[in-house]
């Protein structure tokens, strides 16, 4: 009827202009975000030749040739040599000849790949185990200086990670920790083990101490309490801090290019090098960067109805 | 069950002194509520029984054991909360049976499921059992916070204001249920309200407790009837006693010393009248459909009482009014005894 009414309307129910717009612009944000990963996808199908043609090739016969060459290390041979081969076994075997060479052995990629496995939820389950019961011990006891040390403990986030990087060369050089995957797991628990303080913290302090004096009173002590009172309610929390814990580390590069150059090489330095010689394999590199991409996407997609209730945590109730 | 002592009691907050020198002690198997305002220090009482916070002097003794430093868990102390009171993780079963599953116990499960029914049956919420905490309506929350106390048959159950989020009807139906389940188990209460249709119907003796001191304990009766001061006085009573000026309303010898009278409904003789005999007249009538409650002003001073619906009194008509045996209070407030 009158503005005001209407005005008032549109509170409660999103009028149908101002839905078709924010759709609109929450699609063209989904294009923008997933076209390069889409991009990466699809490149990581093209043979070598499709992968540079100019104009980008949108349709394309696919080919398992960037996988091979990511899983496998080839050696060139003549012509007369790949003739007089027993008939190739595999698809691989037969993409790899075609241009002709052979399969040598496997790569690197697995032991690297299993690295950054290893490495980024080892680092990422150490951070959120010290973050939670750091967090929980300011969030309930009275630590002296708390407010200076909770600051000191955040304070080792505000240098760029890479402006020690050089000490931390040669500290873990001497100390025989460079190259190793202890040595990168400790690495990035100190630097996530902040930021899983700080937001811990937040999601500790707003679960009422009630919950945990009832348990308490309930004949259970104060560590049983923590497990069956605090830890479920704070699994928003938790999962959250865990997803981005794991995101830092997974995709760490200044640290794992400096410290790690074989055992304990991650997939980030890795990568770059899957273009080979030639600087022609982009391909490979695709398949890489795909396979790169799968772990970190499982894990978000499972955790994501606990991501949701993190970011709205307190709004609503149930 | 046991006798709870406290005795000489201090807990202070940065500045705040929350309880102050308290000395209590709640007789085995008796019902005692704490009485008193927001901010008088019931809560923290409550939570120096239960060991959620450590007295800064002073002793707590359950059954004669010496608990002023013992944790929580060794207490043996069941606590209704004041709010936040179930886990929104479990539902209202596994809230009712989580004291019982508790490393301090470990209750057969068979017996566990056997005294939750029982409970759920008598704060009739045995419909509403598998619902999350959060599926449940305040009222329905209350009445399991309660029932995870029943569940235990601890030394002392401590009530924090237990039923102030439940409506009248039920708040009535609970206060008589919980005091049919107190004179069965012979459970030894320590209740806190600040409701004085609670304290009055439900306590063996009251409490009355300002700014952390107890200020006086005593069968509702003595508590009603004869008040240590001012402030206890005007704690129960419905509607709140009238504290007047000696002298300003005609009663017989005043007391030497008398600065204050205090007059309850049933301290009042009133009675129309006109002219000279007119004391007071009719400012308005309330109509609370059970009572009828009088305002009066005599001179500038407002008189609150409750009248007889037949008393035929109209707004503006002139009254006169007389007080037997009113309290009788010294300039400090402290009750003197005697007088007409
Ligand atoms: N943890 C605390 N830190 C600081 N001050 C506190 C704390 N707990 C209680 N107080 C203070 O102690 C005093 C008594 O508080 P308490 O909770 O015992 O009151 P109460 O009688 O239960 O009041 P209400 O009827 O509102 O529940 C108040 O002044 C309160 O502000
Ligand atoms: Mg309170």
Redesign the interface.
């Given at each position: 009827m009158s503005a005001t009414s209407d005005q008032a309307h549109s509170v409660v129910a999103p009028s149908g202009a101002s839905k078709t717009i924010a759709g609109a612009l929450v699609i063209v944000y989904a294009l923008v975000t997933i076209i390069p990963l889409v991009w990466i996808v699809m490149t990581s199908f093209k043979t070598p030749p499709d992968s540079i043609a100019y104009p980008p090739k949108l349709i394309f016969t696919p080919s398992i040739e960037g996988y091979c060459n990511l899983f496998t290390t080839r050696t060139r041979q003549t012509p007369e040599y790949i003739a007089a081969l027993p008939p190739a076994e595999t698809e691989c075997d037969r993409v790899v000849r075609s241009r002709n060479m052979v399969i040598a052995g496997p790569s690197n990629v697995i032991p690297r790949f299993i690295n950054s496995i290893v490495i980024a939820f080892g680092s990422t389950f150490l951070a959120v185990f010290l973050g939670t019961i750091t967090a929980y011990g300011f969030s309930r006891f009275k630590v002296p200086l708390a407010d200076d040390l909770l600051f000191f403990i955040l304070s080792t986030r505000f240098m760029p990670p890479i402006a020690v990087a050089i000490p931390i060369y040669l500290m873990y050089r001497t100390i025989g920790l460079s190259d190793t995957q202890l040595g990168m797991i400790l690495l990035y628990t100190a630097v996530n083990v902040s930021l899983a303080v700080w937001l811990l913290k937040g999601f500790i302090d707003e679960i009422p101490r009630e919950y945990e004096e009832a348990a308490l009173i309930d004949g259970y002590s104060r560590l049983h309490a923590f497990v069956k009172v605090v830890l479920p309610q704070a699994a928003t929390g938790i999962a959250a801090t865990a997803i981005f814990c794991l995101i830092f580390a997974w995709n760490e590069y200044a640290f794992a290019v400096l410290l790690t150059s074989g055992t304990a090489q991650t997939m980030p330095p890795f990568i770059p090098f899957i273009i080979g010689e030639g600087g022609q394999d982009w391909p490979a590199v695709a398949a890489g960067t795909t396979l790169f991409l799968i772990p970190i996407f499982v894990f978000t997609v499972l955790l994501r109805k606990h991501l949701l209730r993190g970011i709205t945590f307190g709004a609503v109730r149930k | 069950m046991a006798e709870v002592a406290l005795s000489g009691v201090t807990k202070r907050f940065r500045t705040v002194t929350a309880v102050d020198g308290l000395d209590l002690t709640v007789a085995d198997g008796e019902f005692l509520v704490l009485l008193g305002p927001t901010g008088a220090g019931k809560t923290t009482t409550l939570r120096l029984v239960?060991?959620?916070e450590r007295a800064d002097s002073g002793t707590v003794r359950i059954g004669g054991h010496d608990v002023t430093t013992l944790?929580?868990?060794s207490?043996d102390?069941?606590?209704v909360?004041q709010?936040?009171?179930l886990?929104?993780?479990l539902t209202a079963y596994d809230n009712l049976a989580?004291?019982l599953r508790?490393?301090?116990?470990r209750v057969p499960e068979a017996e566990i499921s056997q005294r939750i029914e029982e409970i759920a049956t008598m704060l009739r919420i045995a419909g509403k059992l598998q619902n999350r905490a959060?599926?449940l309506s305040g009222g329905e929350m209350q009445r399991v916070a309660i029932g995870?106390a029943l569940v235990?048959r601890p030394s002392i159950y401590l009530m924090d204001e237990p039923l102030s989020s439940l409506d009248a009807k039920l708040r009535a139906d609970l206060r008589l249920e919980l005091k049919r389940i107190q004179g069965e188990l012979g459970a030894t209460v320590l209740y806190v309200t600040h409701d004085q249709t609670e304290a009055m119907t439900m306590a063996n003796r009251i409490g009355v407790i300002e700014n952390g001191r107890l200020i006086q304990v005593g069968t509702p009766r003595e508590i009603y009837t004869e008040p240590r001061n001012v402030y206890v006085a005007t704690r129960l009573g419905q509607p709140a006693i009238n504290l007047l000026p000696a002298g300003l309303v005609p009663n017989g010898a005043v007391p030497a010393g008398a600065r204050t009278v205090g007059a309850r409904t049933e301290h009042f003789r009133i009675k129309k009248a006109a002219g000279d005999a007119a004391v007071g007249r009719v400012e308005w009538i309330e109509h609370l459909g059970d009572q009828n409650h009088l305002h009066v002003a005599v001179g500038d001073q407002k008189i609150v009482t409750l009248v007889d619906p037949d008393a035929r009194l109209e707004r503006g008509d002139g009254i006169s009014l007389a007080l037997v045996d009113p309290l009788y209070f010294d300039a400090a407030g402290n009750r003197i005894r005697g007088g007409g």
């Open positions: - | 239960a060991g959620l944790d929580p868990s207490r102390v069941a606590f909360f709010q936040y009171s886990y929104p993780h989580f004291p508790s490393p301090a116990r959060t599926q995870r235990r």
